[in-house]
Every structure is written in structure tokens, then in C-alpha cells.
């Protein structure tokens, strides 16, 4: 036998033992400021986050089962002291997919995760031996729209040791968001994230697991369809941030990300473009998408938009801005563009156009009215001949500034995201309420008019607070006198 001695620096010693018995025996001498490692909860802590798979069974300690006994009718509990083996040798990844059922692998999922309870949507089950080994099983969980909270994470494992629960570099960064293990031999272990960049077996695995996860995405797509659709608001953002950082994956999800409508209906891009091209393409044969981010404050858009048979699409992921900005780039001669971010009109340009029942000096008599009233360091005055049954004030938002803010808001955006609020306020000029206006003689009359109506579009974006919406509500309250 042999005795190996070390006091923590890089020098050791070697020595002949008399010891007889077979096996390792291994002491640690533990320092005065370090005796709370030598409480039994804290070692318990420390075998199962870094022991809890091993091959091998470990025991610490005993534990007290209760076990029956006796015939069927006359069964006896008794008490038994065991070996407490704190490990479990074979999880799930180690054991090939044919032999687990869904059961097996939600078991395993809160094996991993005892404090989130609910059930991953789906796994995928990783298991390859060239030209890497690799193991592993992956969860899909809900994610909601704040992607910055990320509690459990992928463990990283090497021959079932656990190593970290820090995998960037190592999976592709849009997977960070997903959960499960990953078990290789081949990852470089106490590199830098630099290194992990450009090690040529660490790029085979990130291209592998990015490659499962699109296959797999789109066998449940073909297979499942209706399922994938229930479950696409809690996958989709994962969905949209690797077509935003991986090119591979964006050409694969192409075939299976979704775009909802807001009449609830699921689109793949193409099976969109086909289904609004000819109702919604412009007069230089661009086709616009129309889309909303929130159905209860873009109601009314909303409305507007389906009354004249376009279709409106449910946009409301956090990242949503930086994608539409993408597919804009990559896809030829589609542009996406909100339906309160200016008149339907001018989102959708045809030929044809419509005729003011105001002449020259009625709109300037109107827009002296209106500048009156309307501040012009926020908002832009456009007089705009409608149809008679739209509304006669409309504020938008310019689609080019609304989203250079919105991406802002999750990295990007530029100069253009610390620009102030600038709206655009449509008057309709074929509206009745307009020519209402111009005939008022008096001017408070007018004046109030004016401003009610003003008030009124100012709602619809959510722009009336503080003392313009206490004004707005006394107002609202005479006139109803």
C-alpha cells in the first residue's frame, strides 16, 4: 500500500503503508475556519450537486425504511436500517431513448429541478460517439416574455461528474435559455469562453445541438402541428432568438416558426405571404405585414385594419423588433409595419386615391385651428382625405422610430432608440366631425371640440395622463351635462 500526503500546495509526498485491506481510504484535515464543511447537511449538499449521477454508488451514512411483512392479511410494517446511497448510477441520459417512455424523462426532468413544477413541454434526447461523445437531455420549459430570468439552467457533466451549470460557449447562446444535461468527455474543461470559441470539437458539438433541436422542432411541426401551435407562445421566444443569432438555425426554423394572426390562426412565413399577397401587396409591389403587439390597446387599429380584409398579425415577443428587422433583410419585397403606426392608406399604398371634401382654404383654415391647440415639439399635424367612416383623429407612431426604441429596449436601436417621443396626428378630412369644426363660430366652442377629440386619439395610444387626463374627464363630464 501506498500513502500519499499533501498540505494543499503543489508538493507532495509518497510512502509505504502497512495498511492491508483493499480499497482508498481518503482524510481531510479540516481548518478551524473550514469545520462547517464537516456538518453532515453540508457534505450531503456537496455529494449531491457533484455526486448525484456517478457510476459508481456512494454511501453516506444510513437511513430507516419501513418494509411489510407477514401474509396478505396479516402484513406487519417493520423498520430496517439501510446503506443511504445518495447517487443514482444510470439517469436517464445514459440509457438509450427506446427504453424510456415520456414518464421516465418528467421524472428525470424533477429529478434535476425538484422545485419547478411544472412539466417541460418537450425533451430531446442528445447520444453520439463520433466524431465526439456526447450524451444528454435537453428541456423545452415555458418561457415567458422576460428571458432575463433564467434560474435553472444546463448542468454540464463529464463521465456523469458534474462540473457547471455555465454552458456559454459551449451550446449556442438561444439554448442557454433551455434546461436539462450534457454529458462529454470532449469539452475542455478551466479554458477561457475565447478558447471554447474556436476549439474545432466544441464547434462540432455547438453545430450538433443546434442541428437536433431544429430537426426535432420540426418533426412535432409535420407530426403535430396542433400541438406545436398550443405550445408556441411558451417556445417562441427561444424560437426567434436563435433565427436572430444562428444563420443555420434561422434557415431551418423557417419551415416551422409560426405567426399568429389575431384571430387566432397560425402561419408558417410562406403560408403567410400566399395568403396576403394579393390583398396586401402596394403599388410597387411590396407586401405589407401588418402587425399588432397588443390586442387591447391596438383594438381599434386592429378593427380598422380587418373592416377592409387585412389580415393583422399578434407580434408580442420582447424581441419581436430585432426579428421583423431580420426577415425585412433576408426575405425579398415584404415589409413589416404596425397597424397604428399611420393610416391604412399609407401602409398599404394603391393606386387609387382618395379625394378631400375640404379645398385649399378650408385645410388651411383647419390646420391654423388645430396648431393651436396641438404642441408641435411632439407632435407632427397631417391632413389626410379618408374614407368618411374613419376615424376623423387617428395618432401614430412613424414604424421606423417605434421600433429603433423597441429594440433599444433589449439591446440595439442605436442613436435612433435615445430620440424623443415624436407622434403623427391624422386628421380625417372627409370626417364629419372635421367640417363640424370648421363651421363653429365660436371659438371656446371649437377650441373644446378640438381638444376632446384630440384627448379622445390620445387614449387609444395611451398618451392621456396626469392633469390632461383630469381635464379630458371634466370635460367629458360637461358635455354630457
Same mark, same amino acid.
Given at each position: 500500500?501506498?500513502?500519499?500526503?499533501?498540505?494543499?500546495?503543489?508538493?507532495?509526498?509518497?510512502?509505504?503503508?502497512?495498511?492491508?485491506?483493499?480499497?482508498?481510504?481518503?482524510?481531510?484535515?479540516?481548518?478551524?475556519?473550514?469545520?462547517?464543511?464537516?456538518?453532515?447537511?453540508?457534505?450531503?449538499?456537496?455529494?449531491?450537486?457533484?455526486?448525484?449521477?456517478?457510476?459508481?454508488?456512494?454511501?453516506?451514512?444510513?437511513?430507516?425504511?419501513?418494509?411489510?411483512?407477514?401474509?396478505?392479511?396479516?402484513?406487519?410494517?417493520?423498520?430496517?436500517?439501510?446503506?443511504?446511497?445518495?447517487?443514482?448510477?444510470?439517469?436517464?441520459?445514459?440509457?438509450?431513448?427506446?427504453?424510456?417512455?415520456?414518464?421516465?424523462?418528467?421524472?428525470?426532468?424533477?429529478?434535476?429541478?425538484?422545485?419547478?413544477?411544472?412539466?417541460?413541454?418537450?425533451?430531446?434526447?442528445?447520444?453520439?460517439?463520433?466524431?465526439?461523445?456526447?450524451?444528454?437531455i435537453l428541456y423545452f420549459p415555458k418561457i415567458s416574455n422576460d428571458i432575463n430570468l433564467q434560474k435553472d439552467k444546463i448542468q454540464l457533466y463529464q463521465n456523469q461528474v458534474f462540473v457547471t451549470d455555465n454552458v456559454e460557449?459551449?451550446?449556442?447562446?438561444?439554448?442557454?435559455?433551455?434546461?436539462?444535461?450534457?454529458?462529454?468527455?470532449?469539452?475542455?474543461?478551466?479554458?477561457?469562453?475565447?478558447?471554447?470559441?474556436?476549439?474545432?470539437?466544441?464547434?462540432?458539438?455547438?453545430?450538433?445541438?443546434?442541428?437536433?433541436?431544429?430537426? =426535432?422542432?420540426?418533426?412535432?411541426?409535420? &407530426?403535430?402541428? %396542433? /400541438?406545436?401551435?398550443? +405550445?408556441?407562445? #411558451?417556445?417562441?421566444?427561444? $424560437?426567434?432568438?436563435?433565427?436572430?443569432?444562428?444563420?443555420?438555425?434561422?434557415?431551418?426554423?423557417?419551415?416551422?416558426?409560426?405567426?399568429?394572426?389575431?384571430?387566432?390562426?397560425?402561419?408558417?412565413?410562406?403560408?403567410?405571404?400566399?395568403?396576403?399577397?394579393?390583398?396586401?401587396?402596394?403599388?410597387?409591389?411590396?407586401?405589407?405585414?401588418?402587425?399588432?403587439?397588443?390586442?387591447?390597446?391596438?383594438?381599434?387599429?386592429?378593427?380598422?385594419?380587418?373592416?377592409?380584409?387585412?389580415?393583422?398579425?399578434?407580434?408580442?415577443?420582447?424581441?419581436?423588433?430585432?426579428?421583423?428587422?431580420?426577415?425585412?433583410?433576408?426575405?425579398?419585397?415584404?415589409?413589416?409595419?404596425?397597424?397604428?403606426?399611420?393610416?391604412?392608406?399609407?401602409?398599404?399604398? =394603391?393606386?387609387?386615391?382618395?379625394?378631400? &371634401?375640404?379645398? %385649399? /382654404?378650408?385645410?388651411? +383654415?383647419?390646420? #391654423?385651428?388645430?396648431?393651436? $391647440?396641438?404642441?408641435?415639439?411632439?407632435?407632427?399635424?397631417?391632413?389626410?382625405?379618408?374614407?368618411?367612416?374613419?376615424?376623423?383623429?387617428?395618432?401614430?407612431?412613424?414604424?421606423?422610430?417605434?421600433?429603433?426604441?423597441?429594440?433599444?429596449?433589449?439591446?440595439?436601436?442605436?442613436?435612433?432608440?435615445?430620440?424623443?417621443?415624436?407622434?403623427?396626428?391624422?386628421?380625417?378630412?372627409?370626417?364629419?366631425?372635421?367640417?363640424?369644426?370648421?363651421?363653429?363660430?365660436?371659438?371656446?366652442?371649437?377650441?373644446?371640440?378640438?381638444?376632446?377629440?384630440?384627448?379622445?386619439?390620445?387614449?387609444?395610444?395611451?398618451?392621456?395622463?396626469?392633469?390632461?387626463?383630469?381635464?379630458?374627464?371634466?370635460?367629458?363630464?360637461?358635455?354630457?351635462?
Amino acid at each position: 500500500a501506498v500513502h500519499w500526503s499533501c498540505d494543499g500546495s503543489p508538493e507532495f509526498t509518497l510512502k509505504k503503508h502497512d495498511k492491508k485491506e483493499r480499497g482508498t481510504e481518503i482524510i481531510l484535515s479540516i481548518s478551524k475556519d473550514s469545520k462547517d464543511y464537516l456538518e453532515e447537511s453540508k457534505i450531503r449538499d456537496l455529494l449531491r450537486k457533484y455526486n448525484r449521477f456517478m457510476p459508481v454508488p456512494i454511501k453516506f451514512g444510513t437511513k430507516e425504511i419501513i418494509k411489510d411483512t407477514g401474509s396478505d392479511d396479516k402484513k406487519k410494517e417493520e423498520k430496517e436500517i439501510v446503506d443511504d446511497i445518495i447517487n443514482i448510477t444510470e439517469p436517464a441520459w445514459t440509457k438509450q431513448p427506446k427504453d424510456l417512455d415520456e414518464q421516465n424523462y418528467k421524472d428525470f426532468y424533477k429529478e434535476l429541478y425538484p422545485m419547478n413544477f411544472e412539466d417541460p413541454l418537450f425533451n430531446i434526447h442528445l447520444n453520439v460517439d463520433y466524431p465526439f461523445n456526447l450524451t444528454g437531455i435537453l428541456y423545452f420549459p415555458k418561457i415567458s416574455n422576460d428571458i432575463n430570468l433564467q434560474k435553472d439552467k444546463i448542468q454540464l457533466y463529464q463521465n456523469q461528474v458534474f462540473v457547471t451549470d455555465n454552458v456559454e460557449g459551449i451550446v449556442p447562446e438561444f439554448l442557454t435559455l433551455l434546461r436539462g444535461v450534457i454529458d462529454s468527455p470532449d469539452i475542455p474543461l478551466n479554458v477561457s469562453r475565447s478558447y471554447l470559441q474556436v476549439d474545432s470539437a466544441v464547434k462540432k458539438i455547438t453545430n450538433y445541438i443546434t442541428r437536433k433541436v431544429a430537426d =426535432k422542432l420540426n418533426s412535432i411541426f409535420k &407530426k403535430e402541428r %396542433d /400541438k406545436f401551435q398550443e +405550445k408556441w407562445n #411558451d417556445i417562441k421566444v427561444i $424560437i426567434e432568438y436563435g433565427m436572430l443569432s444562428e444563420e443555420k438555425f434561422y434557415e431551418k426554423a423557417k419551415s416551422f416558426a409560426l405567426y399568429p394572426s389575431t384571430d387566432n390562426e397560425y402561419f408558417t412565413f410562406d403560408e403567410l405571404i400566399n395568403q396576403i399577397k394579393e390583398n396586401q401587396t402596394d403599388k410597387e409591389d411590396k407586401t405589407i405585414i401588418l402587425y399588432a403587439t397588443d390586442l387591447k390597446e391596438q383594438d381599434s387599429y386592429i378593427k380598422l385594419a380587418k373592416g377592409k380584409g387585412y389580415k393583422v398579425l399578434l407580434l408580442d415577443s420582447p424581441i419581436i423588433s430585432h426579428l421583423i428587422q431580420k426577415l425585412e433583410s433576408n426575405e425579398k419585397n415584404i415589409s413589416f409595419s404596425r397597424v397604428d403606426s399611420d393610416t391604412l392608406e399609407n401602409l398599404i399604398k =394603391k393606386d387609387e386615391k382618395s379625394i378631400s &371634401k375640404l379645398d %385649399d /382654404k378650408q385645410k388651411d +383654415k383647419l390646420k #391654423d385651428y388645430l396648431e393651436e $391647440i396641438i404642441p408641435k415639439e411632439k407632435f407632427t399635424l397631417q391632413l389626410e382625405a379618408l374614407d368618411s367612416d374613419t376615424i376623423p383623429f387617428m395618432i401614430t407612431q412613424p414604424e421606423f422610430m417605434r421600433r429603433m426604441k423597441d429594440m433599444q429596449a433589449t439591446g440595439g436601436g442605436g442613436m435612433f432608440g435615445n430620440m424623443p417621443e415624436i407622434y403623427n396626428v391624422i386628421v380625417n378630412t372627409n370626417s364629419n366631425l372635421i367640417s363640424n369644426i370648421l363651421s363653429i363660430k365660436t371659438k371656446n366652442k371649437r377650441e373644446r371640440l378640438i381638444k376632446q377629440s384630440m384627448d379622445l386619439a390620445k387614449l387609444s395610444q395611451n398618451l392621456l395622463k396626469g392633469e390632461d387626463l383630469t381635464d379630458f374627464i371634466k370635460r367629458s363630464f360637461d358635455l354630457i351635462k
